[in-house]
């Protein structure tokens, strides 16, 4: 049902891919809303479907059946040219192996999505300042990957997936690469993005930091969504996740 409050909707969505002469059902009929806002990890097994559904959302894919919405829009709908325009300004990516460019100063990284939005020069770099500032990197806005830790460069991802002022984050396995206490870090300033900036977190995660900060908890088991909780009502432990990932 339409919610204007749902910045994210997935109808009846289901993905197949042909292994071979075999056809494979990696997502089975998801249906799904998300609220703006929302801070929501999407949580399962290697293979359940969370990674898949996860594109779907993102519209780095097309589902072979159903709907995905964003702000009411059909995205699977859009042909590439505005597909590419919704991504670069209603969504921002943070991946697991923090894909920033090499050659690139730590500045020119967070604007980069800006100047393909056509924002000036001058305000493109003013506000790659800013936004490095607010993930704790304002003094090293001339430095190259190489010469920042894996946190920092991840923080420099989390700077530029806010370049264009995204409605949404997708953050694909974020804390995957990192130390638990970087990790515990890169957590707490999604979290704080969320609560300031109104921007929704959608995360694709094994990490169980994530619990403590998600307004919800989307578990996805063999192509369908096994059951979703409110953090108040998880009650799960380390072991149960190893029994029920083992």
């Not at 050659?103 to 305000?123: C, K, Q, S, Y």
Request: proline share 3%; net charge negative; charged share 25%.
């Amino acid at each position: 049902m339409k919610n204007s409050n749902n910045i994210v909707r997935v109808s009846k969505v289901t993905k197949d891919f042909a292994m071979g002469k075999t056809l494979v059902h990696v997502l089975k009929g998801i249906d799904l809303e998300i609220k703006t806002g929302e801070y929501v990890s999407i949580m399962g097994p290697s293979g359940s479907g969370k990674t898949t559904l996860f594109n779907m959302v993102g519209g780095l894919d097309k589902p072979s059946s159903g709907c995905v919405f964003i702000d009411e829009i059909d995205i699977s709908q859009l042909d590439a040219y505005e597909l590419a325009w919704l991504r670069c300004r209603k969504i921002g990516y943070i991946f697991q192996t923090f894909n920033i460019i090499q050659v690139m100063t730590a500045l020119e990284n967070v604007t980069l999505p800006m100047i393909f939005a056509g924002v000036p020069d001058d305000e493109a770099r003013q506000k790659g300042l800013e936004l490095l500032d607010l993930v704790g990197l304002k003094t090293r806005f001339q430095h190259k990957p190489f010469e920042l830790s894996g946190g920092q460069q991840q923080r420099v991802a989390v700077a530029r997936a806010l370049a264009n002022d995204p409605a949404i984050i997708l953050a694909d396995e974020p804390t995957g690469n990192l130390d638990l206490t970087t990790g515990d870090e890169i957590i707490k300033l999604l979290k704080m993005l969320s609560r300031e900036k109104n921007v929704t977190i959608i995360s694709a995660t094994h990490d169980l930091k994530m619990l403590n900060v998600s307004d919800r908890v989307i578990w996805i088991s063999d192509g369908r969504i096994e059951k979703i909780e409110n953090r108040e009502e998880l009650s799960i432990s380390l072991g149960q996740v190893g029994e029920r990932w083992g």
